[in-house]
């Protein structure tokens, strides 16, 4: 399993870096043709602005986030996404505000977004630096949606065969609590929300901040 694991962990560094250029067309193939709904399941409702998108990839939530009439700003690690992201945003006759950067070390000061957003995030999600930050970005009333995965349950041939290859390479298990706590005892009160949608399940996860629970309880 550790071989496997290192092995996965090497493509995805790839993945996003030097094979950026592919990544529309795997994501497309691997969730058969879904990606883009369980990508936009994060959206509903419209997340007030500003917002911060980590891990922005190739900028397709960026996008759909300003067309919603929100004003969208995101980070990633890879250079190549970047370029692809704000390459995206100009040919839409858009304001690209994407940087290069990590999730560990966000450059922008307390409390400047209302919503936070990652959608099929990495490991870097779950680093404790990693949700430090994103308890310090967001302001009070704020909400963090991370959508970790997706259930494929269409009865279709290829959605089997997707559903198949999702359970035995360990993409897709029910959530453990090994997500849910790190941004508990990050400082977040975390709740599922999953999204149903014709052939899958979009697992959801919101987090505002518990102080802010704990001073309405007040």
Known sequence: MSVYRTLLGLFFRHFYSTLAWSYDLVATVVSVGQWTDW??????????????ELAHGPGHLLLAVNRQGGRAFGVDASRQMCRMAIRRLEQAGQEPRVVQALAQALPFPDQTFAT?????PTEFILDPASLQEANRMLRPEGQYRIVPMAEIIGNGYLDRV????????????????????????AGFRVRRDDVLLSRSKVIRLIASRAENKESQAA
Do not use: C, K, M
């Not at 936070?116 to 099929?120: G, I, N």
């Not at 559903?163 to 849910?180: C, M, N």
């Open 162 to 185: 997707a559903a198949w290859l999702f359970r035995v390479t360990g993409q897709y298990a029910d959530l453990p609590p090994s997500w849910t706590d790190p941004i508990s005892e």
């Open 39 to 52: 990508v936009r399941s994060v959206l509903d409702p419209p997340p007030a602005r500003p917002t911060l």
């Open 116 to 120: 936070l957003l990652s959608t099929f």
